[in-house]
């Protein structure tokens, strides 16, 4: 109950302090209206003034945009040497990284990737991981793309694998995972 009565209480008030400033701008215009000469209209060329002398003022203090602080850090990051070797950016050598199968570990190694061989019409891709477990990977890829007139292409991809351990459950959907074995 009292929440409403101050609510309402405040509401009134507001609503007369809302009310009250109207006529006396009317009256302060009509008194502009009669001491301007007929030909200006003070309202319109007061405004314009002050749209003018902010738009001065604003070329007068104009600066170049300053660039967001965190595109500014990607762009550093993109630039940055590790950033460039993680992704084949430095001549198209690189580090490749990943995981050779499932229980290998962690995998790292060096690779070198291009696309730019025969005016764009052939990718080179070699790289060698190896793993945290002694698992190494060989991997040797070419393409040659928009053969005759972009209308074939040709894929060959080899690649050599020597894991040190492999999951094996025994032969069939009858096995146990506590006959595995290593």
Known sequence: MIKILVVGSLLCLNWS?????????????A????????????????????????????????????EPKAQHDLVWVRRSFPYRLMTSQLKGFGIGVGQLAAG???????????????????????GARGSTNQSYLGRFDVSFHDLFGGHAFLNFGAAHRDLSEMPYYGAGPDSLKSGRSD
């Open 31 to 66: 008194q502009n209206n009669e001491s301007a000469p007929p030909t200006q209209t003070p309202g319109i060329e007061l405004r314009s003034q002050q749209i003018e002398s902010a738009r001065d003022d604003k070329e007068a203090n104009l600066r170049p945009e300053a």
């Open 17 to 29: 302090l809302y009310g009250s400033p109207v006529e006396p701008q009317q009256d302060l215009v």
């Open 104 to 126: 290998a570990g962690f995998a790292l190694g060096p690779q070198f990737s291009r696309s730019d061989f025969l005016d764009g019409k052939m990718s080179l891709k070699i």
